[in-house]
T-cell receptor, first 106, second 113 residues
Framework: DQQVKQNSPSLSVQEGRISILNCDYT??????FLWYKKYPAEGPTFLIS?????DKNEDGRFTVFLNKSAKHLSLHIVPSQPGDSAVYFC?????FGTGTSLTVIP | DGGITQSPKYLFRKEGQNVTLSCEQNLNHDAMYWYRQDPGQGLRLIYY???????QKGDIAEGYSVSREKKESFPLTVTSAQKNPTAFYLC????????????FGPGTRLTVT
């Protein structure tokens, strides 16, 4: 049974707008979450993380929000750029979601 | 130049043959992992090792075996007992301790016919 879920397989956003990628988890024992970015035929690369003691972590254009009561986290990318087009995985830490393919349209 | 190397990038085997996928890291990381990715699915954990000479099964270990004789090396053997071995295999490592981010290799695409 999938413990980390990403229910949107794909997302398209105009360049300059906000991209919001969502992730849900079922195991309340998870206390650390990460987002990875992946290009085709390559390994994922680490993007940003958040500990359960925080509800927000920001790194440049990327912000991750954590709602522990809802067992939900989201990744916000503002402003979105064409180079952000990739598959984004949520992880906790060795349990991965199925990924969301983001396309940023110029 | 530190990183993780996986070889080969593409591997073809006949059904019934065992095959070993290589993974080497020079990041001095304690922990190493093997994942499998299938189309439309996330990364699923096969095996992981937190220290030399010790490893643990992940969610889908059946049909696979590993060894960790050296800190920098974590080879994965796909045995003939693995029912659906064709997949993209990813190796990763992490520092351990309080740092959870994993560093991934480029992957090996295994095709078994």
């Amino acid at each position: 049974d999938q413990q980390v879920k990403q229910n949107s397989p794909s997302l398209s956003v105009q360049e300059g707008r906000i991209s919001i990628l969502n992730c849900d988890y079922t195991n309340s024992m998870f206390d650390y979450f990460l987002w990875y970015k992946k290009y085709p035929a390559e390994g994922p690369t680490f993007l940003i993380s958040i500990s359960s003691i925080k509800d927000k972590n920001e790194d440049g254009r990327f912000t991750v929000f954590l709602n522990k009561s809802a067992k939900h986290l989201s990744l916000h990318i503002v402003p979105s750029q064409p180079g952000d087009s990739a598959v984004y995985f949520c992880a906790a830490p060795a349990y991965f979601g199925t990924g969301t393919s983001l396309t940023v349209i110029p | 130049d530190g990183g993780i190397t996986q070889s080969p990038k593409y591997l073809f085997r006949k059904e019934g043959q065992n095959v070993t996928l290589s993974c080497e890291q020079n990041l001095n990381h304690d922990a190493m992992y093997w994942y499998r990715q299938d189309p439309g699915q996330g990364l699923r954990l096969i095996y992981y090792s937190q220290i030399v000479n010790d490893f643990q099964k992940g969610d889908i270990a059946e049909g696979y075996s590993v060894s960790r004789e050296k800190k920098e090396s974590f080879p994965l053997t796909v045995t003939s007992a693995q029912k659906n071995p064709t997949a993209f295999y990813l190796c990763a490592s992490s520092d351990g301790g309080t740092r959870y981010e994993q560093y991934f290799g480029p992957g090996t695409r295994l095709t078994v016919t």
